[in-house]
């Protein structure tokens, strides 16, 4: 067998074994969204009613409270970036991190330091190479998050807000993630958590419901105390699920056009490879020609 | 004899839903007992018990740890980042 047809089918060989993996993949990515969409939807009431509450309090109260007043002159601003444990997801993780760089860029032109805060291994990396500080990480788990770990950010997140940019702390917080619009389409989006603009809600209530004139039980300022860290708990873990929904479906997104591109080499190799395959028996049956022509002609 | 309308939701999921009779909950400054009818009211919950009857069958008891209750219209919400029924 020639050299040149040997190195053809090897790479067919190769990328044959590459489209198995990458198919896998998709199909896992593929069925992994439908439950994290299905985790979207189940924790649509929770945030629903946490909304509500929190614009309830807000309407009926005229209310200075610390997680909502804007700091006079803030110094210190925390990003939280939501990015994936694991890569091949094409743009996923680096559009987050893009994102996050333009906001960082801005809030310095503003005067402000920021504090990172990194949720999946990807920002973890990224901001390591770059011996860029963390003030805190979280790893694992970014396509199937749970409450604790969300509760665990906003415990952390609100107890640096209530420090203050003067001692340690932050003044704002801002949350960058994947937003998951479609299977298709997932955009990056920033928001900004703390100081809190009350009533800004994903899910607003409807213009028909006029909210009721509330007993409180505690005081006002009691029940937003207790409300508001829950309120951005459930923002935070909003967030955690649309990045993970968002993820697997850039996940799947990415394999299937690597399955199509390992298609597509194998159709080009294996063109190459019969042309290859064909030259050499053409060249052997001219070799045996012109042979058998040299011995008769030598006679 | 009207009735409350319940669900009580966890971060998660929603944990049960239904027509209710009446609902006792302990909030940060007591027990409280909600019936048809009830003002508006948005409680904090200390951590404690729900204890739901509904309108057949027997009463069920729903743990609720750093939630909320909010009533309004018979519609009452009651709303815990871990929730989970006991019986």
């Known amino acids: 067998m020639g050299?040149?047809?040997r190195v053809?089918?090897?790479k067919i060989r190769s990328a044959q074994t590459t489209k198995k993996i990458t198919r896998a993949m998709e199909l896992i990515s593929a069925s992994r969204i439908q439950k994290a969409q299905a985790r979207m939807a189940a924790s649509a009431p929770y945030a629903r009613a946490v909304t509500r509450a929190v614009s309830?309090?807000?309407t009926y109260s005229n209310v200075d409270h610390v997680l909502t007043t804007e700091r006079e002159n803030p110094r210190r601003a925390a990003v939280v970036v939501f990015t994936s444990d694991r890569g091949l997801a094409g743009g996923f993780s680096s559009q987050v991190i893009r994102e996050a760089n333009?906001?960082?860029t801005r809030l310095e032109g503003e005067g402000r330091e920021v504090v990172n805060y990194l949720v999946g291994r990807k920002a973890v990396q990224y901001y390591a190479f770059r011996r860029r500080a963390a003030?805190?990480?979280?790893m694992g788990g970014t396509d199937q998050p749970t409450f604790e770990t969300a509760k665990d950010i906003a415990d952390t997140l609100v107890e640096a807000f209530i420090a203050g940019g003067e001692s340690e702390g932050v003044d704002e917080i801002h949350i960058v993630y994947n937003r998951f619009v479609s299977l298709v389409t997932q955009t990056p989006e920033i928001v900004r958590v703390l100081p809190l603009e009350v009533v800004d809600?994903?899910?607003e209530?409807?213009?028909t419901d006029v909210l009721p004139l509330y007993e409180f039980e505690p005081e006002v300022d009691d029940v937003l105390d207790a409300l508001l860290p829950v309120y951005i708990e459930s923002r935070i873990f909003n967030a955690m699920l649309q990045s993970a929904a968002s993820e697997h479906a850039a996940r799947q997104k990415a394999m299937k056009s690597a399955t199509d591109n390992a298609d597509k080499l194998i159709r080009e190799y294996t063109r190459l490879a019969n042309n290859a395959r064909q030259a050499e028996i053409t060249q052997q049956i001219s070799e045996i020609v012109g042979g058998a022509d040299a011995?008769?002609?030598?006679? | 004899m009207a009735e409350l309308s319940v669900s009580v939701v966890s971060a998660d999921r929603e944990v049960w839903s239904g027509a209710a009779k009446q609902i006792v909950a302990r909030t940060t400054e007591g027990e409280i007992g909600i019936l048809p009818g009830h003002e508006p009211i948005l409680g904090i919950l200390s951590a404690g018990e729900v204890r739901i009857t509904p309108v057949s069958g027997a009463a069920i008891t729903a743990r609720a740890e750093d939630g909320f209750l909010s009533v309004e219209n018979d519609t009452v919400t009651i709303v815990a980042g871990q929730a989970e029924l006991v019986s």
């Open chain 1, 295 to 299: 011995l008769v002609s030598a006679k």
């Open chain 1, 201 to 203: 809600g994903v899910e």
């Open chain 1, 205 to 207: 209530p409807g213009s």
């Open chain 1, 102 to 104: 333009e906001l960082r």
């Open chain 1, 135 to 138: 003030a805190k990480e979280w």
């Open chain 1, 3 to 5: 050299a040149q047809l």
């Open chain 1, 56 to 58: 309830a309090v807000a």
């Open chain 1, 8 to 10: 053809y089918r090897q």
